[in-house]
């Protein structure tokens, strides 16, 4: 299925097809229909399986129908964070390049000035964190009673930070017949009750959770200190019998870092990682696929929404802050009829970690024999230091954590302003409302979770876009 299939607009998939993505993924392809139909939405589907733009690209050619009045934003979309909250900004700007629609940003830690400026003039879109909405709102600053769209997403962020209800308020602060989407990756009763009070007869869309293993990937976790990673690392690349492989980080300097560093042994190394262009990334992963680079270290945002399956063998530099990332990485590899294996390297540190990828997949992983560390070189001693150095606290998906992502940790920052200078913008052709009254039939029931032994890679585990090279093979086959 393509993102023409949706009823989107063409502005928009020229927009969307500019951005690198050629298929939408399952929450995308279930959602956009119903959501240019006006339909209330609630989306469930785990982080990184593309939820933004399954709201963000009907919202531009909903928005693209009318015009926008002073003081009254046409649309409300509520984020926990400011990085999210920026993220969403930057996918406006780049899906909404060929529309001429306006934006506000309503978030702590900017000036309110230029705030006020953009909602004085009024605009189509403003994207708020709860609590500078609610204190606009409380200084008569702005009108909610024009908003006849409101998305809520990253509800259990919502949720886990306190602002259930200032979401409540505000929701009283909007039209009654108002189209509301609400987005989460798990519903827990309040957000459940949250959709019962607020949405009306909402189409549920969830997209099954990966939470199973593929049968045919050998897991082994490698015991070792942290002082030795990178050494035990290149070991192991040394020693396994690599066609292609990927080498997971969870930050984006380490990333870069074990790139250089992997290249500097002899490696033929790549990287993808989240401060990378999607383009940037595509071409790093034609040169993966073509096997001019044989061992690709990523991060997992960056390696999200990629086309990268069939290698192997996947290393896990670092253990994945959350088990649903393992079952992502590890479902890399693992080819129809031949075994992949996965690697992890855990520390004593990983202990926490490792006991939740446990029970997520369902049993205990074998240990590989323990690497012990010759002698740590100084130059890895330092880049280990570092490495310490910048390792956020465990479980920042936890309600403590929620608030206050670290810099390093990969939340894509704002890079809307560095994008392409502006092109030249069309003007927009026939509306998708005609298109969408044809669509209606496309979203599919929930899929069932799969099988624990896949039989082959296409059913690897993961549920992110499966684009056009979905039967990418190596080609040393
Ligand atoms: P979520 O909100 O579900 O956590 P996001 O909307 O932030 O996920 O998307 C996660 C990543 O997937 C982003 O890097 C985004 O650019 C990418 N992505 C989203 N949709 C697609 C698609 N159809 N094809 C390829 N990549 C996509
Ligand atoms: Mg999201």
New binding site residues.
Partial sequence: MN?ADLGLSDELLRA?GE???????P??RQSIPSVLMGKDLIGI??????????F?LPMIDILGEGRSRARMPRSLILEPTRE?AA?VAE?FDKYGKYHKLSMALLIGGVSMGDQMAALEKGVDVLIATPGRLMDLFGRGKILLTGCAMLVI??ADRMLDMGFIPDIEDICTKLPKNRQTLL?S?TMPPPIKKLADKFLTSPKSVEVARPATTNAQIEQRIVEVSSRAKRETLVELLRAEDVTNAIVFSNRKTTVRDLATSLKRSGFASGQIH?DME?AERIKELDRFKSGEVTILVASD??A???DIKGVSHVFNYDVPWHPDDYVHRIGRTGRAGATGKAFTLATPDDAEAVASIEKLTGGAIQRAGKAEPKKAAPRAARDDADVAAEKPRRGRRTRTEAATPTPEAEA?VAAAAKEEAPKPRRARKAPAAAATAEVVQTPQPAPAPRPAAAPDDADSGWN??V?SFLDFRISAD
Avoid: C, H, M
């Fill in positions: 993102f969307v951005a690198g993505y050629s298929e939408p993924t929450i995308q589907a785990q982080t990184g399986t593309g939820k933004t733009a399954a963000v999210l993220q996918n997403d990253e987005f990756a989240g999607q945002v960056a999200r929404g990629l894509p992110g876009p684009p």
